[in-house]
């Protein structure tokens, strides 16, 4: 189901605590976009879905980002490292 996915993402995002309420809309939309039977209402299915698209690319772009080492963080483990063996 399409909002499991886009509630383990919002999750991932960290996106409640940032937005919590662009992240109940974005559930919201997945909801419904679930309960439109498939091949019923294409049209109804492609609204639905480019505004949860947009809804999850803003939540996106307000999370904070992973915090994961940079190049310098890099070579200063790799120098403790070769300090430590020495």
Do not use: H
């Not at 974005?26 to 419904?32: D, I, N, S």
């Not at 498939?38 to 049209?43: I, K, L, Q, R, S």
């Not at 980002?65 to 063996?85: S, T, Y």
């Amino acid at each position: 189901m399409i909002a499991d996915e886009i509630r383990a993402e919002i999750e991932q995002l960290n996106a409640e605590k940032v937005a919590p309420g662009l992240a109940a809309v974005a559930l919201r939309l997945a909801e419904a976009l679930d309960q439109i039977p498939v091949g019923d209402a294409p049209t109804a299915q492609a609204v639905v879905s480019r505004d949860l698209l947009a809804t999850m690319g803003k939540l996106r772009a307000l999370s904070p980002p992973d915090v994961k080492g940079d190049v310098v963080d890099e070579l200063a483990g790799r120098k403790a490292r070769r300090l430590r063996g020495a």
